[in-house]
């Protein structure tokens, strides 16, 4: 429902209805303002005020211009914030704090990683027994007196030959095993977080199979 506030009396009056105008009995010369309108203007020249103004009041003269600190509309925000406080304000300054936080992190991070790193004795026992496991799989898969023993001189010789031939390459934050193999260095154990990942026996079975020839019978 619309509603209009009126100059009367050089104050400003209302908010009102278009009934409650009619009540009021305003005159055209009455100033009226509502939300949508630009500025005051005469009640004569609203649309919607014409049917309630009182018969015997006709539009001879302009109405007067009301005083210029009523003639803003009631709900336009008015600026009273002094100059020199304006002038006073600052853009705030970005923290620091974030990145900082994140540098401390990934030190922290390379910290661990530094201290926890394998070094050779472990990758050398990893590989050892994968060898060894792989070895006596493919010797002795039956098990038995005879297998067991061979298993403690297959790792015997597994471990002298590795200790040999295995190097370790340390980064820092992980360590490498390789082992030269046809004039190549090829990897064959990860170690991170004091663990060691090495090759699986069974790929290095299929490998000695390759090389080994086995009579199936």
Not at 25 to 37: D, H, N, P, R
Not at 71 to 93: L, S
Not at 166 to 188: E, F, H, M, P, Q
């Amino acid at each position: 429902m619309v509603q209009f506030y009126i100059y009367q009396d050089e104050e400003k009056k209302g908010p009102y209805t278009v009934e409650e105008l009619k009540d009021r009995g305003i005159t055209s010369e009455i100033l009226v303002w509502t939300k949508g309108m630009a500025q005051w203007q005469p009640a004569w020249q609203v649309g919607d005020l014409k049917p309630v103004i009182k018969k015997d009041a006709t539009p001879n003269t302009p109405p007067p211009v009301p005083p210029k600190e009523t003639a803003i509309p009631p709900e336009e925000p008015i600026d009273v914030m002094p100059q020199e406080k304006k002038e006073e304000e600052k853009p705030k300054k970005k923290s620091h704090w974030g990145c900082l936080i994140a540098l401390l992190i990934f030190v922290l991070i390379i910290v661990v990683l530094a201290v926890s790193c394998p070094k050779d004795d472990k990758h050398k026992e990893v590989v050892s027994k994968e060898v060894s496991t792989a070895v006596n799989n493919v010797i002795s898969p039956s098990g038995g007196i005879l297998g067991a023993v061979t298993n403690i001189i297959t790792s015997g010789v597994v471990n002298i030959a590795t200790n040999q031939i295995l190097t370790v390459d340390n980064y820092v934050v992980c360590s490498i095993g390789k082992i030269n193999y046809k004039g190549k260095n090829r990897a064959v154990s990860l170690g991170i977080l004091g663990n060691v990942y090495s090759i699986d026996s069974k790929v290095i079975e299929e490998k000695i199979k390759e090389y080994i020839p086995l009579d199936d019978d």
